[in-house]
């Protein structure tokens, strides 16, 4: 559940459950429909319940997973919902809505017709129901105070059997989440924490619901200040992780005030080995998801799920006495990757322990979802995915079982940020690429409400059921999903990639061989049409190549040219996927060529650059750079076929690029194309414009404003210069904090504590005043094209179309360069001139920016009242305008 060295979102994320604030869920959806050509699922009656309860262990890399948050899926049993602790309020995200076991049992035949084989769903265990330290319920079962029980609101050990049953008659499998890193927040240090006086400032949560500490032994000795509960060493006594880079406070302080468990106490061991072999022996559960993996010590890892000891064995080992003999683990390992490095990498698969002393069998694979997001959803460029996947074999043990998935219930869902067909193609490469892929629910409806509900009555529905089996989502899942099952290569095959881009959005490329067969899948992130230019596919020349699956109505066949090369201009986010076949097609000559002159492979440039060339078989073509064909030059050839040109360096952004000369035939059937180069453009920043802002007047517009009372709120939205640079059609925004910058959550984007909002106005461009979701205009009547959302985990940046004052506008990419340097207190934002509409020139373009504080798990900005409390601002009120500092508008002259 919780982040792995995380950031706010893990403070506030644990604290309140992970949990998103009261909104409407988006749907593309129409109320529920059931589709004509669905198979029912075969039902267990009470007598047949113990037949199915035990399954042998399926093989795992040939499983597809879909991920349930129960309490927001479907409320099979309306009569639990209302336990009376005031925890029910489905208008509310911070409460129960009522969704229960016996609802997904209810909704198996809408999971099963999309093709899963397995549900994952969030811990069923008795939860800590209402904590008021942060007036939230523990609706989603990571705050367990009784590892052995039931959640009230979710139902009986007999719904849960008959789940476990039904799954295996229809030969699907249980996955249930677990937590045996923390209970629920029952205690906490309020004030200096004395670690030689475990009494000292310690307060119990006495008005928590429905209990005050857990119920379940040894759990219920949490309170140091009785002899017995401090020698019973059961909890570790310990306050809040204050720093995410400290290995003693990972592992033994609270993470977000959830109690932390003393799991090197054997006793604690062999409890929490007692409570989940109940849940395999009960109810014949098929595996476990661990979740805060990263906040407990390795050893614990082994002796938990691989223990040989006769009274207390692993679950691993507990397991195969009920014909599970390879019972399934993988554990929440979040960690922040950096493109290129391998560190994410090192640290979640250490969790997999060695071959004399085993951990957990596999992860869920961060570092891949991480780039994925960063690949499909902002942008960036396709070779940071290339070295992600390159890490697969090189640091586990069995790729093949890394679970891959887009969304989760601990963050935004990629469709609050990125077009609809970037999720798509994100689902298409985790269902052609080795690892068990995990459907989030909800994602096959169009959610971008991180824990909307699926049933009309649950927080966030609109009112509406969502278990539409005829929309365009869920029919593509479906059918990539078929892809997936019915084609082996898919699911173990080899993976090579075979093109990528280094410059940003473009051609990804890559094919998978398995017994024979190739399966080769390509796409474009880009939102431009692009030039796939000689893509070496290994296959010989004249192979035909059937499409089994293409993003676009217009996509079709194709055959390998010419020494085994593909090309072709593939449409706005393309997503091919297509089978090799034995059918060999003539491709004709190829006397026609292209040269393209006085480019080499490693140059620097920073002006423009002449070219010159020769083109046989063609009179037009155009210099191609970074596959992007629509701001290509143009070029005529002489009659002799001879042609000079010009490079437009000035106007690209700094980094490696590729150029190539591309034409096609008179008859246009004919591609021709030059060799590809690769050079570098390095075109220094210069200043623009700068202005120095008073420190310490970060108290909103009223000057009456306060930080959140979270003590780890201090002055980090306070701008004490902010500086703009531009090199060619690139800007760069300069911010100098008055305040150190804040890193304590170890957040993805080396910042935390506040947000940083960039509104740009360009000449010409149509915008609005309107500042989505801060409760303010654009000063002086402006109106703003773009604008970014800069974050500890938020990097996105929106054009002003279909933007107002509740809605964010369209996703544009590439997201911004961020560079935080912390010792200068500075924080730097890059925007290529692509992402800003490529104008011509930057001259009179003009800068505003703003700081708050978003919550990127929530979604939203953080709230404001007249006297604020831990999370939410004071000395407002919901209408008043979401802005803690910002700096006059700057114009670059």
């Excluded at 932390?260 to 409570?275: F, H, M, Y």
């Excluded at 000079?644 to 190539?660: A, C, D, L, R, Y």
Aim: glycine share 8%; proline share 5%; aromatic share 12%.
């Amino acid at each position: 559940m919780k982040r792995v060295l995380l950031a706010l979102v893990v403070l506030v994320l644990a604290i309140y459950g992970c949990e998103k604030k009261d909104k409407v869920v988006v749907t593309k959806t129409a109320t529920a429909k059931k589709s004509s050509t669905k198979k029912a699922i075969k039902t267990v009656k009470k007598d047949e319940v113990s037949k199915y309860l035990q399954v042998s262990s399926p093989s795992w890399k040939d499983q597809i997973i879909y991920f349930v948050m129960t309490d927001r899926f479907n409320d099979g049993d309306p009569t639990n919902n209302d336990q009376g602790a005031g925890e029910y309020d489905p208008t509310k995200n911070s409460h129960y809505s009522g969704g229960d076991i016996k609802g997904v049992t209810d909704k198996l035949d809408y999971i099963k017709d999309l093709g899963v084989t397995a549900v994952w769903i969030t811990p069923p265990v008795a939860n800590q129901w209402w904590d008021p330290w942060v007036n939230y319920s523990g609706y989603h079962g990571y705050w367990g105070e009784n590892f052995k029980e039931v959640d009230k609101h979710l139902g009986t050990l007999d719904d849960y059997k008959e789940l476990s049953a039904t799954l295996h008659k229809n030969g699907m499998y249980l996955i249930q989440d677990i937590v045996p890193n923390h209970t629920g927040n029952f205690f906490r240090y309020k004030g200096k924490y004395n670690p030689n006086d475990l009494s000292e400032n310690y307060e119990a949560n006495l008005e928590s619901k429905p209990t005050v500490k857990p119920t379940q032994f040894p759990f219920n000795l949490n309170d140091p200040r009785k002899e017995e509960d401090r020698k019973a060493g059961i909890y570790h006594f310990t306050p809040d992780i204050t720093n995410f880079k400290d290995q003693k406070q990972i592992k033994s302080y609270q993470m977000s005030g959830l109690d932390d468990l003393n799991t090197e106490n054997p006793v604690v061991r062999d409890a929490l080995k007692d409570s989940y072999n109940y849940w395999i022996e009960n109810v014949g559960v098929d595996a476990f998801r661990i979740d805060t993996v990263v906040y407990v010590e390795h050893d614990f890892w082994n002796d938990f799920i691989h223990s040989k000891s006769p009274e207390h064995l692993g679950v691993q080992e507990f397991a195969k006495k009920f014909k599970k003999d390879d019972f399934f683990t993988f554990g929440e390992t979040w960690v922040n990757v950096d493109p290129y490095s391998p560190s994410g990498d090192e640290a979640a698969s250490s969790y997999q322990g060695t071959d004399k002393k085993p951990e957990i069998s596999s992860v869920l694979d961060f570092p891949l979802h991480i780039t994925l997001q960063k690949v499909f959803g902002e942008g960036k460029a396709t070779d940071t995915l290339t070295y992600r996947l390159g890490n697969s074999d090189k640091y586990y043990k069995r790729p093949y079982r890394l679970l891959n998935f887009i969304d989760n219930h601990d963050m935004n869902r990629l469709l609050t940020s990125a077009p609809y067909i970037a999720v798509k193609q994100s689902l298409m490469f985790i269902m052609t690429t080795p690892g068990i892929p995990v459907v989030y629910y909800g994602t096959e409806q169009q959610f971008t409400e991180t824990r909307g509900s699926m049933f009309a009555e649950g927080f966030g529905s609109g009112g509406k059921d969502h278990f539409d089996e005829n929309n365009d989502a869920y029919k593509f899942l479906q059918s990539i999903i078929k892809i997936r099952k019915e084609n082996a290569v898919f699911r173990r095959g080899k993976l090579s990639v075979i093109k990528d881009t280094n410059t940003g959005a473009g051609i990804f490329s890559y094919k998978m061989e398995y017994k024979g067969k190739t399966g080769l899948v390509i796409f474009n992130t880009s939102e431009n049409p692009m030039l796939l230019d000689n893509l070496k596919t290994g296959l010989a020349e004249g192979t035909k190549l059937k499409l089994l699956k293409g993003l676009s109505r217009a996509d079709k066949d194709i055959v390998v040219g010419k020494d085994g090369k593909i090309s072709k201009i593939l449409a706005p986010r393309a997503g091919l996927l297509y089978m090799a076949t034995d059918e060999k097609v003539e491709i004709g000559d190829n006397s026609e060529s292209v040269s393209l002159i006085g480019v080499k492979n490693g140059m620097k440039l920073s002006n423009n650059y002449a070219i010159s060339g020769k083109v046989n078989g063609a009179k037009k073509l155009l210099l191609v750079f970074d596959g992007a064909v629509k701001n290509g030059v143009k070029i005529t050839a002489n009659e002799d076929g001879s042609y000079t040109g010009e490079m437009p360096v000035e106007s690209m952004s700094n980094g490696k690029h590729t150029v190539v000369a591309y034409a096609k035939t008179a008859d246009r059937k004919k591609y021709i194309l030059s060799e590809t180069y690769k050079f570098i453009v390095d075109i220094p920043f210069v200043k623009a414009a700068e202005y120095n802002d008073k420190v310490g007047d970060d108290h909103g517009p009223t000057g009456n404003y306060k930080y959140p009372t979270a003590e780890t709120f201090t002055n980090q939205m306070d701008i004490k210069k902010a500086t703009i640079y531009t090199a060619g059609k690139n800007l760069k925004v300069s911010l100098e904090m008055a305040g150190d910058i804040s890193t304590m959550w170890n957040p993805k984007y080396k910042f935390d504590h506040v947000s940083i909002n960039i509104f740009i106005s360009v000449p010409g461009q149509e915008g609005i005043e309107d500042l989505p979701f801060q409760n303010a205009k654009m000063p002086n009547g402006l109106k703003w094209n773009y604008m970014t959302l800069e974050g500890g985990w938020t990097n996105f940046i929106y054009s002003s179309r279909n933007a107002s004052a509740k809605s964010w506008g369209s996703p544009v990419s590439p997201s911004p360069v961020i560079n935080v340097i912390p010792e200068k207190k500075e924080m730097n934002f890059t925007i290529s001139g692509s992402s800003i509409g490529n104008p011509k020139t930057l001259k009179g373009i003009k800068v505003y920016i703003a700081t708050w504080d978003y919550d990127g798990l929530e979604n939203s900005y953080r709230g404001i009242t007249p006297e604020g409390k831990a999370y939410i601002f004071g000395g407002g009120d919901e209408n008043s305008p979401k802005i803690m500092d910002d700096i006059p508008v700057l114009e670059i002259k």
